[in-house]
């Protein structure tokens, strides 16, 4: 009869210890251990020598198969036992004895790192009656060994325990290093629980807050500091759950009730099993940077605003001033022509009186209506001037291409009796390349600097006026130079300006031909100047966009 | 058929220009056809020989009139266009004389309908040398002549 013993769990971790064979030495149960699989008595106790009739001597070393040659009924189950580590109760019957006696082999395992070593056995041998007792006392001695087997599981916890109380120990001071540390900086850093009760306060903390560490610990973090969040507290809990991190602004409260705004930096802390354990907060005081950064914000807004005010005023005046310097113009204009009305008859008049009534007055009187007439004149001239100048300024401009060589040829056309008079010279000499012009104010442009050109010469000097073009990269440059009296440099840029003229008295003109020139070449987008050396003539350029062939036909500029 | 010096309406509100173009037409020895108006109410009324101008003899119907553009009431280019729209006027002879050179108002004053444009000169000898030669012009060139102008004979 084999049972199977179930309640006795696996002695997977049991090897065989000094203390343990020494309990089955004094047991008072026979029991012996047999070792490999050819179960070779390693350890046979006084009880058990007893009982088989043997001497420890006689038994150890030996195989059951040496000890006892005649067949062991029970030997299928010890290999059993020994193959599988299930321990096996085996009794068998000794029917030629009066009475009947049991013969009760229980048999257990014995493991060496996982590996079965042998199997204990103990023996009993009970008659019917006894058997209960026998049960009784197997379940005891299974008990027992259990038990001790319990007792070795709990040692070699207890020395774990040790070995863990002893790391924690060095973990411990090595922790009080590190928040010793962590007291140094002037960062809030905080330890939180799962539940965010507060377990560590560093000395920041304290100076930032204004609660102790005592005070402070088992606290809730959001209660104590009455946290107002960016963002709800399930996303933040969310995020930091997946990724062990988050960073963000929080606003907390102070013990004295001043609301801060910190930068909270929150780490989780996991366990081996990465189980959540603890949340670490460090935390900046950002409240004079949020500050700051708000002032710079609003600064930067304010200043954007005036910025557009500014431009927007820019835009205005500019707008107001072309208007205004528009309506001048015109102002300008009508003023000039009114002007004229009254001038006629002055004109008109004392050149009647000069032709009608001078035998009626003294040679006083006669002068003074010539000059009266002469002044009446100038004026004129003058008006006539400020007229084309402001018709210049204000005309419709539109540039198309033109040909120099015809415009050139215009002008000079125009002044034959000028050139006649003054005894000129005009050489033109091309090439004549295409530019981009207003027709009418080019020849008005090019007419008042030849007219100038034979104006300003010198005494007992023929007038000789070169007019060229000059290809240039993206313009035509057209020189009108003359060996006539030439211009100071001091005077080079005023000359260009309304009325100005260097030789009041000496040659006639209002000093309006040189502005028109340049209000003329202004309004076609180009450019004037002059090179001169007093004595030794003046030579007068313009710069006109190059007539490009892509781009033949008209052109607003207005 | 001989047609008389013709007559020529200045129309023309500052006196000192129309004191200045009868002298010069004096000088030239051509006072007498010289008729003044001086706004553009006038030179209708006149036209149309309304009130005093009825006078025929006094205010005959012009050859031509010399008109100034900026008149006080009505305008030189309003006169313009309501003699082209008389049927009894529509053919005078209007030549605009303004002080004004301004391209756009020379524009306005053709599209009118006006026959010649003459710039006011800025002296006393350009407008005598230009009347003289209005004058000579006048002399040579046929102008319509309505039928009860008295100034037209028959030789």
Request: overall charge negative; some cysteine; proline content about 5%.
């Given at each position: ?11 997977q ?12 030495e004094?047991?008072?149960?026979p ?19 007893q ?7 006689e ?30 109760c ?17 048999m257990?395992?014995v ?12 023996v ?18 299974l ?5 001790h087997?319990?007792?070795e599981?709990s ?6 325990l ?6 924690r ?28 009760r ?19 610990l088992?606290?809730l ?5 009455r ?7 399930d ?6 759950h997946?990724t062990?991190h ?11 009730g ?17 189980k ?31 910025a ?8 205005k ?7 205004s310097?528009q ?18 008859s002055?004109?008109g008049f ?7 009534a ?8 006669r ?5 009266i ?5 100038f ?22 291409t ?16 000028e050139?006649?008079n ?27 600097l ?21 290809e ?19 005077y080079?840029?005023?000359?260009f300006r309304?009325f100005i ?8 003109g209002?000093?309006a ?11 076609m987008?180009?450019r004037v ?16 966009p190059?007539a490009?062939?892509?781009e ?5 500029v207005? | 058929m001989?047609?008389e010096?013709?007559i ?17 037409f ?29 006078d025929?003899a ?7 009139v010399?008109?100034?553009l ?6 030189g ?23 004004s ?9 053709y599209d ?44």
């Amino acid at each position: 009869m084999t049972t199977k013993i179930l309640s006795i769990p696996a002695y997977q971790t049991l090897d065989l210890s000094r203390s343990w064979l020494a309990t089955v030495e004094h047991s008072p149960l026979p029991t012996f251990m047999v070792e490999g699989p050819t179960h070779t008595v390693r350890q046979m106790n006084a009880a058990c020598c007893q009982l088989l009739e043997k001497t420890p001597v006689e038994s150890t070393g030996k195989t059951l198969g040496d000890l006892w040659p005649e067949q062991i009924h029970w030997v299928g189950a010890l290999d059993r036992v020994y193959r599988t580590g299930q321990p096996e109760c085996h009794t068998e019957e000794q029917a030629f004895t009066r009475p009947t006696v049991f013969w009760t082999y229980t048999m257990w395992p014995v493991m060496a790192q996982d590996q079965p070593l042998g199997v204990m056995i103990q023996v009993v041998v009970t008659t019917r009656q006894q058997q209960q007792t026998v049960a009784m006392n197997e379940a005891l001695v299974l008990g027992s060994v259990h038990q001790h087997e319990l007792t070795e599981a709990s040692e070699r916890l207890n020395t774990q325990l040790r070995e863990e109380i002893a790391g924690r120990l060095t973990m411990q001071q090595a922790l009080a290093e590190k928040a010793r540390l962590l007291d140094l900086s002037t960062d809030a850093i905080v330890v939180l629980d799962c539940e965010h009760r507060i377990r560590y306060w560093n000395r920041g903390a304290e100076e930032l807050y204004g609660w102790s560490g005592p005070e402070a610990l088992g606290k809730l973090s959001y209660e104590l500091l009455r946290t107002s969040f960016t963002q709800p507290i399930d996303q933040i809990t969310e995020e930091l759950h997946r990724t062990n991190h988050w960073t963000g602004v929080m606003t907390h409260t102070k013990r004295d009730g001043q609301r801060i705004s910190m930068l909270v930096r929150k780490v989780l802390d996991r366990d081996n099993q990465g189980k959540p354990v603890a949340i670490l907060e460090s935390m900046t005081d950002i409240t004079e940077r949020t500050k700051a950064e708000a002032a710079l914000r609003d600064a930067r807004t304010r200043l954007a605003e005036h910025a557009g005010q500014l431009e927007g005023l820019v835009t205005k005046r500019t707008a107001e001033l072309t208007a205004s310097n528009q309506q001048l113009e015109a102002i300008v204009y009508s003023m000039a022509h009114d002007l004229r009305a009254p001038l006629r008859s002055m004109q008109g008049f004392a050149a009647l009186l000069v032709d009608e009534a001078s035998t009626a007055l003294s040679e006083n009187g006669r002068d003074c209506a010539h000059r009266i007439d002469q002044s009446a004149q100038f004026m004129d001239a003058l008006l006539s001037d400020l007229l084309a100048y402001t018709r210049t300024s204000q005309q419709h401009i539109e540039l198309t291409t033109l040909s120099l060589e015809k415009v050139v040829g215009t002008v000079l056309s125009r002044m034959q009796k000028e050139i006649a008079n003054g005894n000129a010279c005009v050489e033109c000499s091309g090439p004549w390349p295409e530019v981009r012009a207003h027709e009418p104010t080019l020849i008005q442009v090019l007419s008042n600097l030849t007219a100038n050109a034979l104006k300003f010469v010198r005494p007992g000097v023929p007038p000789l006026v070169r007019i060229r073009a000059e290809e240039r990269a993206v313009s035509i440059r057209v020189w009108v130079e003359d060996n006539g009296l030439g211009i100071s440099p001091d005077y080079q840029q005023q000359i260009f300006r309304l009325f100005i003229r260097l030789d009041r008295g000496k040659y006639p003109g209002t000093g309006a031909g040189l502005a028109i020139v340049q209000k003329g070449i202004e309004r076609m987008g180009g450019r004037v100047g002059v090179e001169s050396t007093p004595g030794q003539g003046s030579r007068f350029w313009i710069e006109l966009p190059k007539a490009v062939p892509a781009e033949r036909g008209a052109h607003h500029v207005d | 058929m001989l047609i008389e010096d013709p007559i020529v309406l200045l129309v023309d509100d500052s006196e000192d220009d129309a004191l200045l173009v009868r002298r010069v037409f004096e000088r030239v020895g051509f006072a007498a056809p010289l008729r003044i108006v001086g706004d553009g109410e006038e030179v209708i009324a006149y036209l149309n020989g309304a009130g005093a101008f009825g006078d025929r003899a006094k205010f005959p119907l012009p050859t031509v009139v010399l008109l100034d553009l900026n008149l006080p009431r009505k305008n030189g280019f309003a006169v313009l266009a309501w003699i082209r729209q008389q049927p009894e006027h529509k053919r005078l002879c209007v030549y605009i004389l303004s002080a004004s050179s301004q391209a756009d108002d020379i524009q306005q004053a053709y599209d009118l309908g006006a026959n010649s444009y003459l710039v006011k000169p800025g002296t006393l000898d350009e407008l005598a040398a230009m009347t003289q030669c209005l004058l000579a012009w006048l002399r040579l060139g046929h102008f319509y002549v309505p039928e009860d102008n008295p100034s037209i004979t028959t030789a």
